[in-house]
């Protein structure tokens, strides 16, 4: 039966934790130029990668619906521009969650790894 007594002095083998960060801590944080850094650099990979891509996809939903001709073009066999376009849909999508991946570990994760490193020492 678990009650909410207090254990014995020297009684557990548990290590003590520090205690968490605050709210203030946080704020205090969120408001540091190292912060504003790390923000930085991940706002300026995300947002034009994002548009991008966007951009990509746009053209090809376009592309589908008012230019039936150009995508029924033939490549070789039974293969036209379409399934071609749609396919490198797939690969845009692999090849910027890879380079995503290898920036992060470059740019991203150092800092934000030194910043909870920081609020971990803090606490």
């Not at 003590?16 to 540091?32: C, G, I, L, W």
């Not at 190292?34 to 376009?62: C, D, G, N």
């Amino acid at each position: 039966m678990a009650t909410d007594a207090p254990p014995p002095p020297g009684g557990t083998d548990a290590p003590t934790r520090p205690a968490p960060p605050t709210t203030p801590d946080f704020v205090e944080m969120q408001e540091s130029a190292e912060f504003s850094e790390l923000r930085q650099t991940y706002r300026s990979f995300a947002f034009p990668l994002t548009v991008a891509f966007i951009a990509w996809y746009l053209l090809f939903v376009l592309l589908s619906n008012y230019a039936g001709g150009f995508m029924g073009t033939k490549l070789f066999g039974n293969v036209n521009v379409a399934l071609v376009l749609g396919l490198a849909q797939f690969l845009s999508t692999f090849l910027i969650a890879w380079f995503y991946a290898r920036y992060a570990a470059r740019k991203l994760d150092p800092r934000a790894a030194a910043i909870k490193s920081r609020m971990e020492a803090d606490a």
